[in-house]
C-alpha cells in the first residue's frame, strides 16, 4: 500500500511539472509573439530537448503552432516561430465607452483576429447591454468552445461584475451579467481607463518600465498604477479612480457624491465653464471642439484648454509624489492637452512636484496602443485568468 501511494505522488508530481512546464511556455509565448523555441529555451532555463518536448505537447493540444522561419539575416536555416494555434483559445472583448463599443475575438500573443464597432444609438443601460448580447451570442456560436471567456472593458467604476456609476451615461449599479444570461463562460468586468494601463505597460510605451502610471482624460480622468506588470486595482477591483481625488474646488460638486473632484478640472465641462457656457450634456465632444478651436488660435479657447492643462500637470505631479513610478503614460483627450498646451501642462506638472523630483521627473509619454488599448487589456486580464492550472485543465476537457 506504502509504495502505490508513493508511485501516486510521484506520478502526480511529474504531472504536476510538466503543467508547470506547459504554462511557463505559454505565457512566454503569449507576452513575446513570434518567440522561437531556442528564445523560450533561454528566457526559461530549459533544454532543448524540454523546450522541444513541452512544444510538440502544446501543438498536440491546439494552442500553440509553428509559423514560418522569420529572417534574421543571419546564414542558416532560421528556426520557426511559436505563435497562437489557428484553432486555438479566444477571448471575446466587449469594450463600452461613452459614446461606442466595440466586440472583439483576440487569441494568444494579443493579436486581435476580428473586431465590430459603431456608435450607441441609444445609452440606456437595458437597451446598450441588449445590443451587446447579441453581438456576444454571434462570437460565441461563431466559434463555440475556443471562447474561453469574455472580457468588458467599461467606461464607469466597477465592483465585480457590476457598474457602480458610469456618469457619461447615466448608469448607476449596472449588472453586466445580463451579457452572458445562463451561460457558465467566464465573465470579466474591468474600468476601460485601467485596463488600458495595463495594456500600456505590457504592450505599450510603458514595456521595460517596472511601475507604470497610466492615465487617459475622456469624460473626467481615469488610470492605473502597474507595478511588474500587474494592476494595483484595490480591495474591491475599483482602484485607480483618479479623477475623484480632491484635486479640484471643493465647493463643486461631483457626480459621483464627493466634492472637489479633479474630474471636473480637466475634461469638457472645465472647459465650457472657463468659457462662459453651462454644463455640457456631452463633455467630451465639447473638449474635442474647444481643442481645436485652441489649436486654430481662438483665444478663448486656448485660454480654455490651458486651465484644463494645468490642472491635469498639477494633478499629475500629487500623483508622481505619491506614488513615484517611473514613467506616466497618458492617452485619450490627454495627449490632445500634452500637445496643444504643452507649456501650460509642464508647468503644472513642475508646480505639483516636490522639489527634489523636478531635476529628473518622470517622463510624461503618449500611447502607443491609441484606442484600442482597452480591448488589449480587457485580453489581457482574461488571459491571466486563463493561463493558469485551472484554465489549462479546462481547455484540455473541452478540446479533448
Not at 510521484?10 to 512546464?21: E, K
Not at 448607476?172 to 451561460?183: A, T, Y
Request: one cysteine or more; proline letters at 6%; charged letters at 20%.
Amino acid at each position: 500500500m506504502g509504495e502505490d501511494v508513493t508511485m501516486q505522488q510521484t506520478a502526480h508530481r511529474a504531472r504536476s511539472q510538466r503543467r508547470q512546464g506547459a504554462l511557463a511556455v505559454l505565457r512566454h509565448v503569449h507576452a513575446h509573439p513570434a518567440a522561437t523555441r531556442a528564445d523560450v529555451a533561454r528566457a526559461l532555463g530549459l533544454s532543448s530537448g524540454s523546450a522541444t518536448e513541452i512544444t510538440a505537447r502544446l501543438k498536440a493540444a491546439r494552442l500553440v503552432a509553428e509559423a514560418d522561419p522569420r529572417p534574421t539575416g543571419e546564414r542558416g536555416r532560421p528556426s520557426p516561430a511559436l505563435v497562437a494555434h489557428p484553432r486555438g483559445p479566444l477571448v471575446c472583448v466587449v469594450d463600452i465607452g461613452h459614446e461606442h463599443w466595440r466586440v472583439a475575438t483576440v487569441e494568444l500573443g494579443g493579436r486581435i483576429a476580428g473586431l465590430e464597432s459603431g456608435r450607441h444609438p441609444d445609452r440606456d443601460a437595458d437597451a446598450v447591454l441588449d445590443h451587446l448580447r447579441g453581438k456576444v451570442a454571434a462570437v460565441r456560436r461563431r466559434y463555440g468552445p475556443r471562447v474561453r471567456a469574455v472580457s468588458v472593458a467599461v467606461a464607469g467604476t466597477v465592483r465585480g461584475g457590476t457598474v457602480m456609476q458610469a456618469s457619461g451615461m447615466g448608469w448607476s449599479e449596472v449588472d453586466l451579467r445580463r451579457l452572458l444570461p445562463g451561460s457558465g463562460t467566464p465573465l470579466l468586468v474591468g474600468n476601460d481607463a485601467s485596463l488600458s494601463g495595463l495594456a500600456e505597460a505590457r504592450r505599450g510605451v510603458g514595456v521595460g518600465a517596472r511601475v507604470v502610471l497610466h492615465l487617459t482624460v475622456e469624460v473626467g480622468v481615469g488610470g492605473i498604477l502597474v507595478v511588474d506588470g500587474r494592476p494595483v486595482d484595490g480591495a474591491t477591483g475599483a482602484g485607480g479612480e483618479f479623477g475623484h481625488m480632491p484635486f479640484g474646488d471643493p465647493a463643486r460638486a461631483c457626480p459621483c457624491g464627493a466634492h472637489g473632484c479633479w474630474d471636473l478640472e480637466v475634461d469638457g465641462r472645465a472647459m465650457a465653464r472657463v468659457l462662459g457656457q453651462p454644463p455640457p450634456r456631452d463633455p467630451r465632444t465639447t473638449a474635442e471642439r474647444t481643442l481645436r478651436a485652441a489649436a486654430g488660435g481662438d483665444p478663448s479657447a486656448r485660454a480654455a484648454v490651458a486651465a484644463a492643462a494645468r490642472a491635469l500637470g498639477r494633478g499629475v505631479g500629487g500623483l508622481v509624489n505619491a506614488l513615484d513610478p517611473d514613467v506616466v503614460s497618458l492617452s485619450g483627450l490627454a495627449i490632445e492637452l500634452a500637445t496643444t498646451a504643452a507649456d501650460d501642462l509642464n508647468a503644472g506638472y513642475r508646480a505639483g512636484l516636490m522639489r527634489f523630483r523636478r531635476a529628473d521627473p518622470p517622463p510624461l509619454l503618449s500611447s502607443t496602443l491609441g484606442p484600442l488599448s482597452p480591448v488589449t487589456g480587457a485580453a489581457e486580464a482574461a488571459f491571466d485568468a486563463l493561463l493558469t492550472d485551472e484554465g489549462l485543465e479546462s481547455w484540455l476537457a473541452d478540446t479533448g
